[in-house]
């Protein structure tokens, strides 16, 4: 009778487990609410292990996938969604299970119930060929002729594997790349050696500390490995297209970077560094997590700028896109330290001052370096008028010569005027008092005055500066411009200067030591720092990193 009744009560318990948790089981949300992004990331779950296995055809660019998503459901799941954007789905599996799916844009909805804190696997097998992600900027899967370069920041990563793509679900990875033996892989993460495999050849990667599925990079093509050590013994493998000899030395400096870098933030946080060299100018680069992305035309300063962001953006990871600046403002910081690590004290003032300026759509020349930037411009071999010559010189030299010193060598002209080539030759002869500055907008008009094309007639409210603060970013084309890089970086010089390096530095180390391997808003570093230094900062971050207008140069050391 007892051994009965407690069978029952037993009954009527996981009855009623059962009917609660069908009751609270929900599907998992489209997005995590990020204010850029709606729909990137899931809810409900949280991404333990992505292990990518793929196969690259060359004649037609296709890959043949698996992608195995070990995850932890957060919540009671009655379905949950991955991002994922083209291919067919050839099998679909829950704990090994065949799995109903269904699909909508860049959502694929997986209909498995699952019990919140249970660890489940998704298996998701798929070919085609991967779909480039178009947002303010193309990203993702980029098939070149007879190469791929994949660079997935923002929201490219849905675009060739099935993921909870957001910054704020960061995951350990695997790839397994299989390629025609023509070919290599390079991509991040610590490799293995290939294994052949009859006709090609089969690449291995573990990112071994969790990563944002953005920063995951596969790049084939020809390449060669090239080997260096850095602080610590730490192991240096880039991937350089065949015959790139480094004519910036902008990697041969790589070990002295890190260290320089490891001194200021604190150690490297990875297992491995280096770079990835594609066989092109791709005038960007991406801090993909232990070896960032380049074009052959990357110089020392990008190099410093992404191997920094293994600490700020990598290991340190933005919780929403909006937040973008402890990223780039950080990274574009650490130029600011290379910089004047390498050239000093005035080289840094002098850059800071270009910046400062340039935020404001303010570019200044000395004479003679705004006459060498206009020739290696390549100027059209074109015939202007007198009238055109004296427009141009006024447009280019006001600000800095006097009227009457410039429509003296207009009045010199033959009748038939000058080339455009000449324009160098003819400001040679002018006196200048100080320095030229000229507006973004005169660029623009230096264009019409040659071409005869009228300006837009919005051309003045289009080239006026798009001042916010760095911390201010509404829309995904704010992500990355000079307010969020260059005014962030300010935003920190100034906050050195006004701690001190001891106390600054003792900042930086204690929030990338306190958040490795978490997300963090800006309120996370504000706060620290006001905790870190004793000092109430608030109306420092509301003008450096809130409000519109720029804060004064004074904080910055300058007049
Ligand atoms: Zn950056």
């Known amino acids: 009778m007892a051994k009965r009744s407690l069978f029952i009560l037993m009954c009527i318990f996981s009855l009623t487990i059962g009917i609660t948790s069908a009751q609270d089981a929900q599907p998992g949300a489209d997005g995590v609410g990020d204010k850029l992004y709606p729909l990137s990331g899931n809810g409900g779950y949280d991404v333990q292990q992505y292990d990518l296995q793929l196969m690259w055809d060359n004649k037609t660019g296709a890959i043949d996938a698996q992608t195995t998503i070990k995850s932890i459901a957060t919540q009671d799941l009655s379905a949950f969604n991955l991002d994922f954007i083209g291919f067919d789905i050839t099998k679909l599996t829950v704990d090994g299970k065949d799995t109903k799916f269904s ?7 997986v209909d498995a119930a699952v019990t919140k804190g249970k660890t489940f696997e998704t298996v998701v097998a798929y070919n085609g060929n991967p779909s480039q992600v178009k947002d303010s900027l193309t990203t993702g899967w980029i098939a070149v002729k007879d190469s791929v370069i994949v660079i997935s920041e923002p929201v490219g990563a849905q675009g060739w594997f099935p993921s909870n793509d957001h910054p704020s679900d960061k995951a350990l ?3 397994e790349v299989t390629v025609p033996k023509a070919y290599q892989v390079a991509a991040n993460g610590l490799p293995d050696k290939p294994v052949e495999n009859g ?6 990667f573990a990112i071994n500390k969790p990563m944002a599925t953005y920063l995951a990079t596969i790049n084939i093509g020809k390449f060669k490995t090239v080997e260096q050590t850095g602080p610590d013994g730490l192991p240096i493998v880039n991937y350089f297209p065949p015959d790139f000899t480094d004519p910036e030395k902008a990697f041969t400096r790589q070990p002295e970077i890190l260290s320089f870098l490891s001194e200021k933030f604190g150690p490297y946080p990875f297992d491995v560094s280096g770079g990835i060299v594609v066989n092109q100018q791709i005038g960007v680069a991406l801090e993909a997590q232990t070896r960032p992305i380049y074009g052959t035309d990357a110089s020392e300063l990008v190099v410093a700028h992404e191997l920094s962001h293994q600490w700020f953006g990598d290991n340190v990871s933005v ?14 910081f650490a130029e600011l330290l290379w910089i004047e690590h390498i050239n000093g004290k005035n080289a840094l003032d002098h850059t800071i001052q270009r910046r400062y300026d340039e935020l404001q759509g303010l570019y200044r020349f000395s004479k003679d370096d ?26 280019l030299m006001d600000s800095a010569a006097t009227k009457a010193d410039i429509d003296a060598v207009v009045a010199k002209l033959p009748k038939d005027g000058a080339k455009v080539t000449q324009l160098g030759a003819l400001m040679k002869s002018i006196p200048v008092q100080g320095q030229i500055v000229l507006k973004t907008i005169d660029f623009y008009k230096f264009n019409s005055i040659i071409t005869g094309e009228p300006l837009a007639a919005d051309a003045e409210q289009k080239t006026a500066p798009n001042l916010h603060g760095p911390a201010d970013v509404e829309s995904g084309d704010m992500m990355f411009d000079g307010s969020v890089y260059q005014r962030g970086g300010l935003a920190l010089q100034a906050l050195r200067l006004k701690l001190g390096d001891d106390t600054f530095f003792k900042l930086l180390q204690t929030y990338v030591s306190q958040y490795a391997g978490k997300n963090v808003t800006t309120t ?21 990193l809130y409000d519109k207008p720029l804060p004064p140069i004074t ?3 300058l007049s």
Do not use: C, M
């Not at 006709?199 to 291995?204: E, G, L, Q, R, V």
């Open 173 to 175: 990875f695997t790839y």
């Open 370 to 395: 705004l006459i060498s930037s206009l020739e290696s411009g390549q100027l059209p071999d074109v015939q202007l008028t007198p009238e055109k010559v004296g427009q141009l010189l006024h447009l």
């Open 199 to 204: 006709d090609n050849n089969t690449y291995k």
């Open 555 to 557: 904080e910055l050391g």
């Open 103 to 109: 699909r909508k844009d860049s959502e694929l909805t």
């Open 524 to 544: 996370d570093f504000t706060s620290l720092a006001e905790k870190i230094s004793g000092q109430d900062l608030k109306d420092f971050f509301q003008r450096w």
């Open 319 to 332: 919780a929403t896109w909006d937040q973008i600046w402890l990223n780039e403002g950080f990274a574009t």
